[in-house]
């Protein structure tokens, strides 16, 4: 059981390493507005399924790594992305249950938090961003969380992570 | 309990790095790292680049090299002039016995990414702390001031541009020398001209160059165009509003400028004696065509300004000839037309009459 975990636990450092990528990869201006929050659902997904293999200091650092790739101070995005791996985390037993559809929607209301603590943050370093059109952000990566949800259950089943 | 020892954590850093700079380091370290997934990112299209640079068409090329051919032509021609003018503005700031940069040293850096924040306006160069770029340092594009370094990491930085809403530059209206702050709006293609009284004199078209006077972006380079002045009786000021003309969002290479801490005439005279330098090798390297240009250049200008701002000093004897030699001692190859050169930017007054006898001399001869 130990070896085969530590034989594919590579597999989520992978997901996050091309998280970290989509969050920076180029978009055409009018959709930076809609990028998802991809470390955000990543971290959510694994936290919901493998919550003793992924928690908050895994958020915590890969917060630290879109810090500095954002740079916005050190400790903002992993701030967020530690409050939203917490919502999930205690909420995860009946996350767990719920179908897709209410799963978004607890994912809609947890990322629209974040990002609502994202603007006040980011407010208050000063970098006063003029509207709510974060939470375009949040509605996007809700939308987009059945898929992404399906896909990695999937590759998790095939690769056997545990 | 974790989550309130991480969340501790994260506050306190975001203090720590808002305030001190204790934090600069390890974050540049792990930029080290980091940055290069902008690199992987734009690999894609710099796949694509190159694969249809390797299968472009011989007549695109062609067609190219031409255009590029005569652009140099049509620039190597502004450059002869630039080179007199250059010296000459030099003389004349010396006899008024201030000075401004004019040979700036520069540095050619390419984007390699773009802020992913939509609400902010900053980029990614491939330049960093190794190759010498400093916080503050201006960035320009080939048509005007981009912006300035604001995060230095090992060899990448982040520039933010003119643009963004937390940054502002003090510029200049090229035509009547007006000052006045450039905010940026958040907008790609629109600044803000701040506190211009109603009655100030703007005109649509005007250009905006910096002023130079936060002692931060060199003076004398284009910012923006006005394009809209509004006079509206229920606002305080008038609203002005400017485009870039760097192109902000589309330039792929900029340009870093590298300004030097040594004192005005210090500078000064370096400049002209590295200008004298460089034109000495050029007469050596035998660049005909160059030399014919300069001297309509030279005294044209330097004819009417030298005595006039020369007249209430004492030296006024002596400063038309400082000027004078050096200008026409460039076209002729002959020996004695060096002696005064080295002579002239040693601002030594005494020094120049020495040199007097020659330079009538050599405008006649010619």
Known sequence: MASTRSKNGWFIWLTFAVGLLLSVSPMPQFMEVFRPMWLAMLLAFWSLSLPHKVGMTTAFLLGLAEDVLYGTLLGQNALILTLITFLVLSLQQRLRMFPMWQQSLVILVIFGIAQLIQLWLSALTGNRLPTLALVWSAVISALLWPWISFALRDLRKRLNIN | ?366
């Open chain 2, 1 to 366: 309990m974790r989550l309130l020892v991480l969340v501790v954590l994260s506050i306190a850093l975001m203090v720590v790095d808002a305030r001190f700079a204790v934090l600069k380091p390890v974050r540049s370290q792990m930029g080290l790292v980091l940055m290069e997934s902008y690199l992987i990112t734009d690999l894609p299209q710099r796949l694509w680049q190159g694969v249809a640079g390797q299968f472009g068409s011989r007549t695109e090329l062609i067609a190219e090299n031409e255009k590029l051919r005569t652009e140099g032509l049509l620039l190597q021609g502004r450059l002869q002039k630039l080179a007199a003018l250059t010296e000459q503005n030099v003389r004349l700031r010396e006899l008024l016995n201030s000075s401004a940069l004019v040979n700036e040293k520069v540095e050619v850096a390419e984007l390699i990414g773009v802020d992913p924040n939509p609400f902010t306006h900053r980029i990614l160069i491939n330049k960093g702390e190794r190759d010498g770029v400093f916080l503050g340092q201006p960035v320009l594009d080939a048509r005007g001031l981009m912006g300035q370094v604001v995060e230095l990491m090992p060899y990448t930085a982040r520039v933010l541009l003119l643009t963004d809403t937390t940054h502002s530059i003090p510029v200049q209206i090229n035509r009547n020398g007006l000052r006045a702050i450039a905010s940026g709006t958040g907008n790609p293609e629109r600044l803000e001209l701040r506190h211009v009284a109603d009655t100030a004199d703007v005109k649509e078209g005007d250009l905006l160059v910096s002023s130079g006077m936060g002692q931060r972006f060199p003076a004398g380079y284009p910012v923006a165009t006005v394009n809209e002045v509004i006079h509206d009786s229920g606002q305080p000021f008038a609203i002005v509003r400017a485009i870039p003309t760097a192109a902000l969002n589309r330039s792929r290479y900029m340009l870093l400028v590298f300004t030097d801490s040594r004192s005005a005439e210090q500078r000064a005279t370096d400049a002209a004696m590295a200008q004298e330098e460089a034109d000495r090798r050029g007469i050596s390297g035998a660049a005909a065509p160059v030399e014919g240009q300069t001297p309509a250049a030279g005294p044209q200008g330097t004819a009417p300004t030298a005595p006039a701002g020369a007249a209430p000093s004492a030296p006024v004897p002596a400063t038309p000839a400082g000027v004078a030699p050096a200008v026409p001692s460039r076209p002729t190859v002959t020996a004695p037309a060096m002696p005064p050169a080295p002579a002239a930017p040693a601002a030594t007054v005494p020094a120049r009459p020495a040199a007097t006898p020659v330079a009538p001399a050599q405008p006649r001869r010619e």
